[in-house]
Antibody, heavy 119, light 109 residues
Framework: QGQLVESGGGLVKPGGSLRLSCAAS????????MNWIRQTPGKGLEWISY????????YYAESVQGRFIISRDNDKNSLSLQMSSLTPEDTALYYC????????????WGHGTMVIVSS | SYVLTQPPSVSVAPGQTATITCGGN??????VHWYQQMPGQAPVMVIN???DRPSGIPERFSGSKSANAATLTISRVEAGDEADYYC????????????FGGGTKLTVL
């Protein structure tokens, strides 16, 4: 079934940057569509970014477009999210998530890494 | 951007049937997926492509869809079904395709 383990979360000041990582195992990572999805404490889920297996197709939510960059290293079975110009509204639990079949659903979730943006 | 609308809460007695709706413009032409999120845990997919149930998901969980709304139905509700439920679509016509509904809190009375 596979496993996803996120890391890199923490406390950062407004305007700062942070890089999240996700280590994947137990499935063919280089064929997998991958996503980052976040959840504000006590609130709902927000999809924020998608990357295809070859990195040829990338999408972002409007809320992070121009500030976040998704990338992957298929040799290392890893996914990353470089976040910059962070605001308190970016405070959330960030999940690394594997896409299902053609990538339009989400069938494997990590446990998440918490990002807190506060002065 | 595409919007999915869910009721904030649904309450049902044990053994009864819970229905959670998900509305969206022309949702009938989109594939709808459903997720269950227990407190403190990551979401789990319980229905994909409107009606398909992943392996390991009880048969009590089913999905359906009309032209105007998708529905998650949980039959013979148990206390352990109490959770947040989210619908989701992939809006292929958009540059920002991932869309979740606001979530529905299912309370088992």
């Amino acid at each position: 079934q596979g496993q996803l383990v996120e890391s890199g979360g923490g406390l950062v000041k407004p305007g700062g940057s942070l890089r999240l990582s996700c280590a994947a195992s137990g499935f063919r990572f280089n064929d997998a569509y991958m996503n980052w999805i976040r959840q504000t404490p006590g609130k709902g889920l927000e999809w924020i970014s998608y990357i295809s297996g070859s990195s040829s197709t990338i999408y972002y939510a409007e809320s992070v477009q121009g500030r976040f960059i998704i990338s992957r290293d298929n040799d290392k079975n890893s996914l990353s999210l470089q976040m910059s110009s962070l605001t308190p509204e970016d405070t959330a639990l960030y999940y690394c998530v594997k896409g299902y079949t053609i990538g339009d659903a989400f069938d494997l979730w990590g446990h998440g890494t918490m990002v807190i943006v506060s002065s | 951007s595409y919007v999915l609308t869910q009721p904030p809460s649904v309450s049902v007695a044990p053994g009864q049937t819970a229905t959670i709706t998900c509305g969206g413009n022309n949702i009938g032409i989109k594939s709808v997926h459903w997720y269950q999120q227990m407190p403190g845990q990551a979401p789990v997919m319980v229905i994909n492509y409107d009606t398909d149930r992943p392996s390991g998901i009880p048969e009590r969980f089913s999905g359906s869809k009309s032209a105007n709304a998708a529905t998650l139905t949980i039959s013979r509700v148990e206390a352990g079904d109490e959770a947040d439920y989210y619908c989701q679509v992939w809006d292929v016509s958009s540059d920002h395709p991932g869309v979740f509904g606001g979530g529905t809190k299912l309370t088992v009375l």
